[in-house]
T-cell receptor, first 117, second 109 residues
Framework: GAVVSQHPSWVICKSGTSVKIECRSLDFQATTMFWYRQFPKQSLMLMAT?????????EQGVEKDKFLINHASLTLSTLTVTSAHPEDSSFYICSAPRGGRDYNEQFFGPGTRLTVL | GQNIDQPTEMTATEGAIVQINCTYQTSGFNGLFWYQQHAGEAPTFLSYNVLDGLEEKGRFSSFLSRSKGYSYLLLKELQMKDSASYLCAGMDSNYQLIWGAGTKLIIKP
């Protein structure tokens, strides 16, 4: 099956620093990727839709200047958490639909656990 | 508004059968998904239904009734490793997934 990777798997950083998370589709091209955040014991919350070659679409309440998304190629999207604070500590997960955004299956990356001290 | 409802938690016995229900309201409809998520891990795809009826895949089956806005995930011959959260998600007309809060399934020996 299709594989989506994320790097790093986990990261611990100091408050005020920036953290970049990479999401790669390893065996298919993804014009669209989705970034989710999941707090403990809660469901996935869509943060933004990453579009290759254009600006990301952010969900209501998600600060685009704080969560920078770059979809530089058909296999790579990055999420940068700028000036991270303890409340940004969460599990960040990306997903990519194969065959375009209207394909019926999304493949999830393994997730990145961010802890901000 | 858009909404996905599923029970918060269910308990079942190893070897038994369990049915996890999900009701949905979405703006348009492009399918209903079920995902399994173990603690600390990303979700993994289980099933996709876009037409009414039952889709069987090994020990897992998923059912959809579009007229009722209803789906269920049926797990047979339960194993301890099936202890996980099961997420129901509906895809709306913009192909965006609307997620339920998940059903935590506890399997007892």
């Amino acid at each position: 099956g299709a594989v989506v990777s994320q790097h790093p798997s986990w990261v611990i950083c100091k408050s005020g620093t920036s953290v970049k998370i990479e999401c790669r589709s390893l065996d298919f091209q993804a014009t669209t990727m989705f970034w989710y955040r999941q707090f403990p014991k809660q469901s996935l919350m869509l943060m933004a839709t990453s579009n290759e070659g254009s600006k990301a679409t952010y969900e209501q309440g998600v600060e685009k200047d704080k969560f920078l998304i770059n979809h530089a190629s058909l296999t790579l999207s990055t999420l940068t958490v700028t000036s991270a604070h303890p409340e940004d500590s969460s599990f960040y997960i990306c997903s990519a639909p194969r065959g375009g955004r209207d394909y019926n299956e999304q493949f999830f990356g393994p997730g990145t656990r961010l802890t901000v001290l | 508004g858009q909404n996905i409802d599923q029970p918060t938690e269910m308990t079942a016995t190893e070897g038994a059968i369990v049915q996890i229900n999900c009701t949905y309201q979405t703006s348009g409809f492009n399918g209903l998904f079920w995902y399994q998520q173990h603690a600390g891990e990303a979700p993994t795809f289980l099933s996709y239904n876009v037409l009414d009826g039952l889709e069987e895949k090994g020990r897992f089956s998923s059912f959809l009734s579009r007229s009722k806005g209803y789906s269920y995930l049926l797990l047979k011959e339960l194993q301890m490793k099936d202890s996980a959260s099961y997420l129901c998600a509906g895809m709306d007309s913009n192909y965006q997934l609307i997620w339920g809060a998940g059903t935590k399934l506890i399997i007892k020996p």
